[in-house]
C-alpha cells in the first residue's frame, strides 16, 4: 500500500532563512508527488509536482522540490522564507488517478 | 472560472440528523472526491468517482454516501449523523491524466452535537 510520511509535524524559521520540509514515500512503482499547501480556512493549492523526467521541479512561490528514488523522498525546499509562506503543506502520492494518498502535513510558522 | 464550489461553508448538525454536502465543478473533470480532514491525520479519501454514474469507496467510507448523475455534481450525504463525523469536508476534482493535480473547494467545516 502506498503511504506518505512527514516527520515534522511544526516547524518554526525566521524570515529570511532557508527552508526544508521532508516527504518520505512508500509506493511500488514509479511515484506521481505532489505537494500542496493549504492557507488557514482554504483548501489546498498545488505548489509543485513531479511525474518524470528532471529530479528538481519548480514550483509557484518560489519554491522547489527535488525526488531522490534511492532515499524514496521528496523534499520541499525555497531559500528565503518570507512571512505569508506560514501555512500548512501537505506531501501527497499516487500511482494514478483518484488513489491518492496524503502526508498528515507540517505546519510552518515564520518569525520576523 | 469557478473552479470547485461547496456548500455550506459551515453547519451545525444533531446526532441522527441528515444532511448533505454539495460539490460541483465547472471543469468538465472526470475524477471527483470526498476528504475529510482532521487534526494530526491529514486528508482522508471517503469516496470516489471516475465518471457520472461511477462511484467507490475510499479508506473511511462508513456513514456516507454518494452518487455522480452529472460531470459537474458529486453531493456527499450523511444519513444519520454522528459526533465523530464533526471535521472539515472538501471535495476535489481532477482531469484523466495521473500526473494532474487535485483541484480543491474550500471546504465545508461541519460540527456535529
Known amino acids: 500500500a502506498q503511504s506518505v510520511t512527514q516527520p515534522d509535524i511544526h516547524i518554526t524559521v525566521s524570515e529570511g532563512a532557508s527552508l526544508e520540509l521532508r516527504c518520505n514515500y512508500s509506493?511500488?512503482?514509479?511515484?506521481?508527488l505532489f505537494w500542496y499547501v493549504q492557507s488557514p480556512g482554504q483548501g489546498l493549492q498545488l505548489l509543485l509536482k513531479?511525474?518524470?523526467?528532471?529530479?528538481l521541479v519548480q514550483g509557484i512561490k518560489g519554491f522547489e522540490a527535488e525526488f531522490k528514488r534511492s532515499q524514496s523522498s521528496f523534499n520541499l525546499r525555497k531559500p528565503s522564507v518570507h512571512w505569508s509562506d506560514a501555512a500548512e503543506y501537505f506531501c501527497a502520492v499516487t500511482g494514478g488517478y483518484q488513489k491518492v494518498t496524503f502526508g498528515i502535513g507540517t505546519k510552518l510558522q515564520v518569525i520576523p | 472560472n469557478a473552479g470547485v464550489t461547496q456548500t455550506p461553508k459551515f453547519q451545525v448538525l444533531k446526532t441522527g440528523q441528515s444532511m448533505t454536502l454539495q460539490c460541483a465543478q465547472d471543469m468538465n473533470h472526470e475524477y471527483m472526491s470526498w476528504y475529510r480532514q482532521d487534526p494530526g491525520m491529514g486528508l482522508r479519501l471517503i469516496h470516489y468517482?471516475?465518471?457520472?454514474?461511477?462511484?467507490d469507496q475510499g479508506e473511511v467510507p462508513n456513514g456516507y454516501n454518494v452518487s455522480r448523475s452529472t460531470t459537474e455534481d458529486f453531493p456527499l450525504r450523511l444519513l444519520s449523523a454522528a459526533p465523530s463525523q464533526t471535521s472539515v469536508y472538501f471535495c476535489?476534482?481532477?482531469?484523466?491524466?495521473?500526473?494532474?493535480?487535485?483541484?480543491f473547494g474550500d471546504g465545508t467545516r461541519l460540527s456535529i452535537l
Open positions: 476535489a476534482s481532477t482531469g484523466s491524466e495521473p500526473n494532474q493535480p487535485q483541484h
Open positions: 468517482s471516475v465518471g457520472a454514474g461511477i462511484t
Open positions: 513531479y511525474f518524470s523526467g528532471d529530479t
Open positions: 509506493y511500488g512503482a514509479t511515484p506521481y
